[in-house]
């Protein structure tokens, strides 16, 4: 929290008291503002209906389903592989990252393993997704508050991730590489040295960022202080990923559970904050980023030798039973429960994805706010569309 | 002018203006899902510049808008949302739909809340397809609407014709300026064939 | 796993730390007879069924014991559909549908039931509970006066399934607009795209061009004819 002079006490509350005044006045009560669902502000299609008594939110309340795409249904009607490829399409920007725990739970399910090289390999690919995602956020982020630089360094930086998935997959995003049972292909030549390079081109990324967005004293006051959540609150709405871990709750699942994925062969250190206000939120995805620089240039160093892929049947049938596995997505915590009668297809897969609980906070943490700080509490919790709706 | 709607426009001065209009478009982006990213990236990241082309990304509203560049799913909830869109764009307006999704539903055909295509609400001008399409793909459905513009016939686009290039037009003249087909004239003698052999 | 040719003793230690085991103990305790079944996969996952009554009761009693932070809840029907998975090849013949209703682990008695996710942030452990939905009335107890998470999740659950919850404060579509007809996840609601063009399956899209028959005698000069 910023220290504030006793002059600068007396005048905030006498610039309350007149406000109060005109607002008797002026009888500025309940006037609705509706916040999109087409609006640069919201990423995607998200409509926030406020109640206003002048420039305060009296009852704020998101509207979903502008881009419900029904997947829990689609997915009763579709083969595993199938799936996979549906998937990727929930975080549309670190798309790889969705597809892991879906597969994770299929091998679950079937009782195999991935080799130690798909693994690592798909820890990496899962990394770069993050990086791929909190990129456009830190990007998107300068956007909402005004400033209209950023995005253009974020959206150059992340080409070259881009690339890189682009060269190891096909496919820019949406890469539908990972296998029930390891991934689709190898590596091709000259990946890990490129990847090395990008890797530093990232770390300066993050550093230009700090600099111009994070050292940026409007961009502080205009982050300090605004939209805390405290960690029971959190707890309760089962916020996840950057935004619990600002509130102080020590909790990571990539180094608190066991999971099929590379996270024990790597040093790296989960960052968390006590305010729980909107800088701490973005500070934290700030860290995170750099931390999984560190994480792929530590695995690049360790890949071991050996097939990409167990041996599975051609035609997939994953035998009856539910499994549960959720990773840490860059979203926050995404998880799949599937069930399966033993078919070609899922019989149920319930999608927990991470932005429907971190926006559910939204009535919550929208009363009282001023209207600009609407968008900063908004844009510090980051939600991707598709992932809310699914 | 009253040169456009009847017809009367010259045709270098024709050429001129859809050269013009060509190569000043103002687009929305009405970005919905995962397109809109490959859409930001055409638009607005320095590698696949798409001012290069005349084309201008961020209008205010969609009333200086020229283009709308629909990229994303489009559910049955937001379908209201983009007629209402489409209707506040003044003419001479064009669409492009982008992606799979905005094409024909792409991968959520078979869903229950997705408009299978948004040419269901809005007439569209130019389908890059692609889940997503590479940025490339949205620029050259973009350099294909600028040949469109160029061809076009103003009073057809004005009229509100279905089909609006001025080959559409030279093709609709010619079809109402020909002579009506007649009946194959009578021969004035049959011609006789013993034995085969060929026909005088 | 304890050695299969020991069989005069009972095993000593329980396949897994024993922290699982020692949830359900302590939810035992706390709510009697309300759980119904349990199913624990060693040192991974924990599955728990309780009686409806004490659906409410269970969320009350895992916060008290330190699973305060709520993932989801949904709900589970476990008629297989009617209309057949997609998947199968529409040019086969069709093969005979099963009805049975069949729930998976712990077991139920009912075609619905609702299930929920509650984490142990301090000890890194999660648990899944599940509960049967009664047809009538074809409700549960809301929980969200216990976790205020879960509004918007029985919000879902309720538009998806049709299944209420008592004591909701406001239980409206989350994703659907107002005017929808029907439960879009229960398992007899067809997708009509489907049904009026099934997805054919492994198709081979475009078949081998027809070779031409070798000649037997040389060609001959075929120039044209006058």
């Not at chain 1, 009856?320 to 997505?329: C, K």
């Not at chain 2, 990304?57 to 949302?81: E, Y």
Request: with cysteine; aromatic share 8%.
């Amino acid at each position: 929290m910023t220290n504030l002079s006793d002059r600068q006490q007396l005048s905030f509350i006498a610039s309350q008291a007149a406000d109060a005044r005109l607002n008797v006045e002026l009888e500025t009560e309940g006037m609705t503002l509706n916040i999109g669902p087409q609006h640069p502000a919201t990423h995607g299609t998200l409509r926030i209906i406020c109640r206003l008594d002048g420039e305060q939110v009296v009852w704020a309340e998101p509207s979903c389903g502008y881009m419900h795409r029904g997947y829990e249904k689609l997915t009763e009607v579709r083969t595993f592989p199938q799936v996979t490829s549906l998937v990727n399409r929930i975080d549309w920007l670190g798309s790889f990252a969705n597809e892991v725990p879906f597969i994770l739970a299929a091998e679950k399910l079937m009782e195999v393993e991935a080799p130690p090289r798909a693994q690592v390999i798909r820890t990496i690919l899962f990394e770069l997704s993050r990086i791929a995602n909190v990129t456009l956020f830190l990007g998107d982020l300068g956007v909402q508050m005004g400033a209209i630089t950023p995005v253009f360094i974020a959206f150059r930086d992340r080409e070259y991730v881009l690339n890189l998935i682009e060269g190891a997959t096909g496919g820019r995003f949406h890469p539908n590489f990972d296998r029930i049972g390891g991934l689709k292909d190898d590596l091709p030549k000259g990946w890990i040295d490129e990847t090395r390079q990008t890797m530093v081109k990232l770390r300066k990324f993050c550093d230009i960022i700090e600099d111009l967005l994070f050292g940026n004293e409007i961009f502080q006051s205009r982050m300090r202080g605004i939209g805390i959540i405290p960690a029971d609150v959190a707890k309760d709405y089962g916020l996840t990923g950057a935004n619990l871990r600002a509130s102080g709750v020590d909790y990571d699942l990539r180094r608190d559970q066991e999971i099929a994925l590379s996270y024990d062969k790597v040093d790296f250190t989960v960052w968390t904050h006590p305010d729980g206000d909107s800088w701490a939120r973005c500070w934290v995805r700030l860290q995170e980023t750099r931390e999984a620089c560190k994480i792929v240039e530590q695995l690049l160093d360790q890949i071991p030798a050996g097939p990409i892929m167990t041996k599975v049947p051609r035609i997939i049938k994953v035998p009856a039973g539910e499994a549960w596995v959720s990773t840490e997505n860059p979203l926050g915590e995404m998880g799949y429960y599937v069930v399966s009668k033993g078919d070609l297809g899922p019989f149920r897969v319930k999608i927990r994805s991470a932005s429907f609980n971190n926006i559910s906070i939204v009535p919550w943490a929208l009363k009282g706010v001023y209207v600009p700080d609407i968008i900063t509490i908004l844009a510090s919790l980051y939600f991707i569309l598709g992932d809310i709706d699914r | 002018m009253g040169l456009v709607d009847r017809g009367r426009m010259p045709a270098p001065l024709t050429k001129l203006f859809n050269m013009s209009r060509s190569y000043s478009l103002w687009v929305y982006q009405w970005g919905l899902a995962c397109c809109a990213i490959e859409m930001g990236a055409a638009f607005g990241s320095p590698r696949y510049d798409v001012m290069r082309l005349g084309v201008i990304p961020l209008p205010a509203s969609p009333r200086q808008a020229d283009f709308v560049c629909i990229s994303g799913t489009v559910t049955d909830k937001m379908a209201p949302a983009v007629k209402r869109l489409w209707e506040q764009m003044p003419e001479p307006k064009y669409a492009i739909s982008m992606g799979s999704c905005a094409n024909c539903g792409g991968p959520y055909w078979d869903s229950y809340s997705v408009t299978k295509g948004v040419d269901q609400i809005i007439p569209i001008d130019v389908y890059v397809p692609g889940c997503p399409p590479r940025p490339e793909a949205l620029l050259e459905g973009i350099v294909l609407l600028q040949q469109r513009i160029k061809n076009e016939d103003m009073a057809a686009k004005w009229r509100g014709d279905e089909f609006t290039t001025q080959q559409a037009t030279r093709e609709r003249e010619r079809i109402a300026a020909a002579p009506a087909i007649s009946a194959p004239a009578i021969p004035d003698r049959e011609p006789i064939v013993v034995g085969g052999g060929p026909i005088e | 796993m304890s050695d299969a040719t020991d069989t005069d003793e009972q095993p000593l230690a329980l396949p897994g730390d024993g922290l699982r085991e020692g949830i359900i103990e302590d939810l035992r305790r706390r709510i009697g007879g309300g759980v119904v079944d349990t199913h624990i996969t060693p040192n991974d996952d924990l599955w728990i069924r309780v009686q409806t009554g004490a659906w409410r009761q269970t969320a009350e009693a895992l916060k008290a014991a330190g699973f305060t932070h709520f993932s989801f809840i949904s709900g589970l029907d476990w008629m297989p559909s009617p209309y057949g998975t997609g998947e199968s090849d529409p040019t086969a013949e069709p093969k005979e549908l099963d009805t049975e209703i069949r729930q998976g682990v712990t077991g139920g008695e009912t075609r619905f039931q609702v299930f929920a996710r509650l984490v142990d942030l301090d000890r890194h452990v999660g648990v899944t509970i599940k509960a049967d939905v009664p047809d009538e009335p074809f409700a549960v107890d809301s929980w969200s006066m216990v976790f205020a998470g879960a509004n918007w999740h029985e919000r879902e659950c309720h538009e998806m399934f049709g299944i209420g919850f008592n004591g909701h404060p406001d239980l409206r579509n989350m994703y659907l607009p107002t005017d929808f007809e029907g439960y879009p996840l229960r398992k007899d609601f067809p997708l009509l795209a489907r049904m009026i063009k099934p997805w054919p399956g492994i198709v081979d899209v475009e078949p081998m061009p027809v070779q031409p028959e070798p000649a037997g005698e040389p060609a001959t000069q075929d120039t044209e004819s006058t």
